[in-house]
């Protein structure tokens, strides 16, 4: 592990490439933006943007149009893609990872590129970028120019798509087995978190699709050099996950009407129970209505036998309610 004080501000680490040599070495955490170029090389930089400093150091680099520097450091949340003067900046769409594992949380990777460089920045670790890292660890003359660096990034957010699509299916199924199971369950609370990732992975991803394509239809005067073929190949990647996600926000809606649907009808079975209990129960309110009266001469009034007729008309009155149902095809 690197301990040297870090001499550039908000630096996570850098590579230079060398095209000729097949090689990417890692800077030091005491490297100096110096040390960034050399002849016939080109360098990524990823920088963290908790660090105030960044910005002062993106005006100290060769390169850098005003707009791509304040792609870099800006604060929105949405994907940007921007093609200008053989430049391309803007933000791409990942997901966050802390210390012990992976999460489902979105997280902005703002970038620029030239034929020169590559440079990223942060607010929090991202699954994409740390696996592109590893990849060029072991893979180190695979990288010629910046643009592989770049198609190396939406490839892994591809692969960090497809992981998250097999974990929603996963959970979808067991959902699934509890909602079409005989024993009612409302299974709506474990089924929001699932829609809600679900839809904003795809608002995202077809956000994405479309900034890709139009890039790729920039002059090529304006387009860095290899672009048009990289975006090209992206869209396809892209494309094909856009499919699996939306068949996924079909299939989680379908659910969520089939949740809907059962305890529609679980609702109206407790109605019906309640309707037939206020069926039965109303001759018989109405006879002891009738005798709880404050009047004269109620039948049954004088003599031994009062409270006997009074629990038979109770029960004629229930039978006859019973009756009434069926005749009419309640029951």
């Known amino acids: 592990m690197d301990t040297l004080p870090v001499n550039i501000p908000g630096f996570v680490w850098a590579y230079r490439f060398s095209p000729d040599e097949k090689t990417a070495v890692r800077l030091n955490n005491s490297a100096t933006v110096a040390e960034l170029t050399a002849d016939n090389c080109f360098y990524w930089l ?3 943007l908790v660090d105030a400093r960044v ?8 390169g850098l149009t005003e707009e791509a520097k304040s792609a870099l450091t800006t604060r929105d949340t949405h994907a940007t893609i921007t093609v200008d003067e053989q430049m391309l900046y803007g933000t791409l769409v990942d997901c966050q990872r802390d210390f ?7 997280g902005w990777l703002h970038f620029a590129m030239s034929d020169r460089f590559i440079i990223t920045t942060r607010l929090q670790p991202l699954r994409s970028v740390e696996r592109a890292r590893a990849l ?11 643009v592989d660096l770049f198609e190396l990034l939406v490839i892994e957010f591809q692969r960090t798509l497809i992981a998250i699509v097999i974990e929603l299916t996963d959970e979808l199924n067991l959902i699934e087995d509890f909602v079409y199971d005989n024993a009612p369950r409302d299974e709506r609370r474990r089924l929001a978190p699932v829609r809600r990732t679900v839809v904003r992975l795809h608002r995202h991803l077809r956000t994405v699709l479309a900034l890709m394509r139009r890039a790729a239809a920039a002059d090529d005067d304006e387009m860095p050099f290899g672009f048009d073929d990289v975006a090209r190949r992206l869209t396809s990647r892209l494309e094909t996950v856009d499919h699996d996600i939306y068949a996924l926000q079909d299939r989680a809606r379908l659910l969520h009407e089939e949740i809907d649907s059962k305890q529609s009808s679980e609702t109206n079975r407790h109605l019906y129970l309640l309707s037939i209990m ?21 039948p049954f009034a004088v003599g031994d036998y009062g409270t006997e007729y009074a629990v038979a008309l109770i029960v004629a009155s229930i039978a006859f309610a019973w009756w009434l149902l069926r005749r009419v095809d309640i029951l």
Do not use: C, W, Y
């Not at 012990?100 to 979105?106: C, G, P, R």
């Not at 206020?278 to 109620?298: E, Q, R």
């Open 46 to 48: 990823h920088l963290n």
């Open 55 to 62: 910005p002062a150091l993106l005006e100290t680099l060769d």
């Open 100 to 106: 012990a594992q992976d999460t489902n949380n979105l």
């Open 136 to 146: 060029i660890e072991k893979n180190p003359g695979k990288f010629s120019r910046p």
């Open 278 to 298: 206020t069926a039965f129960l109303l001759p018989p309110t109405l006879v002891t209505g009738f005798f709880g009266m404050n009047t004269a001469n109620l």
